[in-house]
């Protein structure tokens, strides 16, 4: 496992974005595939977006489609999700997670086998 370090959350007005960020520390960053996950208030977790070890390939779920971009920086052990156009349903909190493999899409939450603590996103209308 490896620990998982979020930041960049916050509160903005629809429409509007923000950047989170995600510091793995430990073993190399690269061996890991990524993703970003996010679960609202009485709703099961939820897949937003993952991105292959070298970032090859990107993956998303429909609802943040062409709003949100993953990235990573593999010199600088860093992965992103940019969030544009923001909308008071992308209320959640948002979680990293690393898995050690990138097979498939990574997708569901049962892949990844290390998690951060999480960070608030509050988008108000």
């Known amino acids: 496992q490896v620990q998982l370090v979020e930041s960049g959350g916050g509160l903005v007005q629809a429409g509007n974005s923000l950047k989170l960020s995600c510091a793995p520390s430990?073993?190399?960053?690269?061996?890991?595939?990524m993703g970003w996950f996010r679960q609202a208030p009485g709703k099961e977790r939820e897949f937003v977006a993952s991105i292959s070890r070298y970032g090859g390939n990107t993956y998303y779920s429909d609802s943040v489609k062409g709003r949100f971009t993953i990235s990573r920086d593999n010199a600088k052990n860093t992965v992103f999700l940019q969030m544009n156009s923001l909308k008071p349903e992308d209320t959640a909190v948002y979680y990293c997670?690393?898995?050690?493999?990138?097979?498939?899409?990574?997708?569901?939450?049962?892949?990844?086998?290390?998690w951060g603590q999480g960070t608030q996103v509050t988008v108000s209308s």
């Open positions: 997670a690393a898995r050690g493999t990138d097979y498939g899409s990574g997708r569901r939450v049962a892949e990844y086998n290390s």
């Open positions: 430990g073993r190399t960053f690269s061996v890991y595939a």
